[in-house]
């Protein structure tokens, strides 16, 4: 079995800031790519930020600048720093990575689940 713990989430005021993190544990062979969507009430669940195991970033265009995703491949660990946080932030947050479980030649996609982030005064 994979699981996907994160934690880190909370209520912030606006500009405001908190890490997430995210720590993949179980029978684990190897982690290609890695993610953090998150889904607002009533909205579809978009994609935020993905780090690939060589560490190169993707950003969604309303958090470039002010998000800044990272891991820690010998922890299994995906972290978000979220900074100058705005109401339009609040979401749960979802992780996601791309594992290859031990015994099988083939990845799957595996989510966490969610923190919740709230902004407000």
């Known amino acids: 079995q994979v699981q996907l713990v994160e934690s880190g989430g909370g209520l912030v005021q606006p500009g405001g800031s908190l890490r997430l993190s995210c720590a993949a544990s179980?029978?684990?062979?190897?982690?290609?790519?890695m993610g953090w969507y998150r889904q607002a009430p009533g909205k579809q669940r978009e994609s935020v930020a993905t780090?690939?195991?060589?560490?190169?970033?993707n950003y969604a265009d309303s958090v470039k600048g002010r998000f800044t995703i990272s891991r820690d491949n010998a922890q299994n660990t995906v972290y978000l720093q979220i900074n100058s946080l705005k109401p339009e932030d609040t979401a749960v947050y979802y992780c996601?990575?791309?594992?290859?479980?031990?015994?099988?030649?083939?990845?799957?996609?595996?989510w966490g689940q969610g923190t919740q982030v709230t902004v407000s005064s």
């Open positions: 996601s990575a791309s594992i290859r479980r031990a015994g099988n030649y083939y990845s799957s996609t595996y």
């Open positions: 179980g029978s684990i062979f190897s982690i290609n790519a």
């Open positions: 780090i690939t195991s060589g560490g190169t970033t």
